[in-house]
């Protein structure tokens, strides 16, 4: 049974910093990609970074430059860090990892960014 467990969400200033880390119950390369989504009050859910298998990385127009996704294969967890924060960065962010046959989610943590 794969598992996703996300920590390291809070409340932060605009301007501030967070890190999300995913861990996972199965090494990572299990997996095709991991990334981070988010799901703001009142908006569906979207693509926040992707890093694939063999390490390429992907990121909404809206958080390049400010966010960073990485991962640890001796610890099987993804990170995301981050940077300078906005108060439109507050969501419920979820953990993904994706198979072809299907895909697996955490239980998301919230992240909120007052201004």
């Known amino acids: 049974q794969v598992q996703l467990v996300e920590s390291g969400g809070g409340l932060v200033q605009a301007g501030g910093s967070l890190r999300l880390s995913c861990a996972a119950s199965v090494t990572i390369f299990t997996f095709n990609a991991m990334g981070w989504y988010r799901r703001a009050p009142g908006k569906q859910r979207e693509l926040v970074a992707?890093?694939?298998?063999?390490?390429s990385t992907n990121y909404a127009d809206?958080?390049?430059?400010r966010f960073t996704i990485s991962r640890d294969s001796a610890k099987n967890t993804v990170s995301l860090?981050?940077?300078t924060l906005k108060p439109e960065d507050t969501a419920v962010y979820y953990c993904n990892?994706?198979?072809i046959t299907r895909e697996y989610w955490g239980q998301g943590t919230q992240v909120t960014v007052s201004s």
Do not use: W
Not at 50 to 55: K, L, P, V
Not at 62 to 65: T, Y
């Open 50 to 55: 992707e890093i694939s298998n063999g390490g």
């Open 62 to 65: 809206s958080v390049k430059g």
């Open 81 to 83: 860090q981050m940077n």
């Open 97 to 99: 990892a994706y198979l």
